[in-house]
């Protein structure tokens, strides 16, 4: 979630939150296997409603001068998080080469250029049911191919 919100206390406040949103909606999680999912896809909406809400806020108070060069925000990422980005996305891209080719079809519809699936179901030939299927496998390949990555390192 620190890469998500960008900042440690937001990242702590998303958590936080999170965390009692699914502990209210634990009825709703249909299998233990996917809690982990299930909670980072509540922690992503948390912070990108968080994220919204600031970027609706003023960056400064224009009231106060002293604050347009005290409170001037840090734009630029730290050398670390462009490190972890690029390792990241280095480890998705080889993670995505690996799959089937029906596999990154699915997936890339889907995630990738957001088609509704029912869309990319009809561009790729195949049922709705079949297209869920396909996309529910190569999220989960690639669930585990990262998984198996980072516990390797």
Known sequence: MLRVCRSHDDAEDVLAESLMKAYNA??????????????????????????KRESARPLVQLSDPDSLLSEAPDLEPSPEDTALEMET????????????????????????EELPLQDAADQVGVTLAAFKSRLHRAKNALRDEIDNRFSLA
């Open 26 to 51: 634990m009825v709703q999680l249909e299998s233990e296997e996917s809690f982990r999912p299930w909670l980072v896809q509540i922690g992503r909406r948390v912070c990108g409603r968080m994220r």
């Open 89 to 112: 996305k280095d480890c998705l891209l080889q993670a995505f080469e690996r799959l089937s080719p029906e596999f990154q079809t699915a997936y890339r519809l889907a995630d990738m």
